[in-house]
């Protein structure tokens, strides 16, 4: 068959394997960070990676961020993640197979889910080698979409930040300027519409920001001027690393809050936010409605919407307790945010 399997050493990380499948043209890495709360849970990335070193380091780098998010959440879960390497125009019942096994060949110490460029179809196709795959849409009993309880999470992470900020959670007159109106982000400008605040967007999806406009009385404003729009509230709800050296000095918020993964383009950027006053909401605490989501999957062999939800709500506690931290230890709060997820890990405790 052809099939050669790889274990790489890497500090910090409980397993790191790589496998190579002739046959299927299988190229991938998985990656566990730590099963000290639970088996490791992550999404399967494909991508045409131009290296075998840069496919690695965004493994490693993304199974670790699983771990603190999990971590942060409170949830049962470790942290993990795969990537495939390949061109998404190439992908094949085959090479979904190949991974299915390799998934298994890890005894369920990694569960894989969706990510990047990895339909439902394809999921469906490793599930027929594994049963290690949580958030299959459309499945009896799976929790498929996770973006109304991100979204959810989002508000919540939202009202926690107000309430630091003002020592109120209420939203009348708010203004928050929105980029990014697909599943998560258009939904949190229903909430936060219906909450009474006043709603800046920008979307490179034309249809999508007339919808905002004409639904919600958003006001509208181009793709670059969003990080300039006077407003309590920066909510990045489209693409990573928009938090940089060339953004951060035009913005005129409050406060950042919003869906988007790896937002803080440097770790320096996170202390340029922090010197200029500007109360960061680290991104992964934010955000970890769709990985709650898929642990109430796992946790009661089905999924239920309102425990969801329910256990979603807790990103209203977990944020407060950190810019708690951030007050009286006058440091960022990324990087108590970081701190906190690295002591439950190493305690083991939830
Ligand atoms: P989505 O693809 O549905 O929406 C993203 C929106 O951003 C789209 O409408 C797109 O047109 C817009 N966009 C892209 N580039 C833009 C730009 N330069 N300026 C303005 N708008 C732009 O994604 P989503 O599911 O709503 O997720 C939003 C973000 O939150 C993503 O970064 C995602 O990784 C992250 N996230 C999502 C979930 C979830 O449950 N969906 C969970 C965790 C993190």
Redo the contacts with the bound molecule.
């Keep these: 068959m052809g099939v050669k399997t790889e274990e790489l050493k890497v500090k910090g990380y409980e397993r790191v394997v790589h496998r190579q499948c002739s046959s299927s043209g299988l190229n991938a890495l998985i990656a566990i960070h730590s099963t000290a709360l639970g088996p490791s849970c992550g999404g399967v990335r494909l991508l045409p990676y131009a290296t075998h070193e840069e496919a690695l380091q965004d493994v490693l780098r993304l199974a670790r961020g699983m771990s603190y998010k999990s971590a942060l959440a409170g949830i049962g879960f470790g942290g993990g993640k795969s990537v495939i390497v390949r061109d998404p125009a190439q992908k094949n019942k085959d090479l979904f197979h190949a991974m299915g096994e390799f998934v298994e060949s890890l005894g369920g110490k990694y569960i894989a889910a969706k990510d990047m460029n990895i339909s439902t179809e394809d999921l469906l196709r490793v599930r027929e080698r594994t049963s290690h795959v949580l958030g299959i849409e459309g499945l009896p009993g799976s929790s498929g979409d ?2 109304p ?2 979204a959810r999470g989002l508000f919540r992470a939202l009202e926690a930040t107000l309430e630091h900020l003002t020592g109120s959670h209420r939203m009348n007159g708010l203004r928050i300027a929105l ?7 258009f939904r949190l400008a229903e909430m936060a519409r219906e909450a009474g605040a006043e709603l800046i967007v ?4 034309k249809v ?1 920001v007339e919808k905002a406009v004409k639904q919600l009385g958003a006001k509208a404003v181009a ?1 670059d001027a ?1 990080y300039e729009v006077p407003c309590d509230i920066f909510s990045p ?4 690393a928009v938090l940089n050296s060339e953004t951060i000095p035009k913005l005129k918020c409050r406060a950042v809050v919003g ?3 790896n937002q803080l383009a440097t770790e320096e950027d996170g202390f340029r936010l922090w010197n200029r006053g500007i109360l960061y909401a680290p991104d992964f605490a934010v ?1 970890a ?2 990985i709650i989501n898929i642990f109430i999957e796992f946790e009661n062999g089905t999924y239920d919407p309102k425990k969801a939800l329910a256990k979603t709500d807790g990103i209203f506690t977990a944020l407060k307790e950190i810019f708690e931290r951030s007050k009286q230890s006058n440091r960022p709060a990324f990087l108590v945010a970081d701190e906190l997820a690295e002591e439950r890990l190493s305690g083991g405790t939830r």
Excluded at 202 to 205: E, K, P, Q, S
Excluded at 237 to 240: H, I, N, Q, S
């Design positions: 996770p973006s309880v991100t980029q990014g109106l697909g599943h998560v982000g920008t979307d490179i999806d999508a793709a969003i709800c489209a693409r990573g869906a988007a993964n955000n409605g769709g």
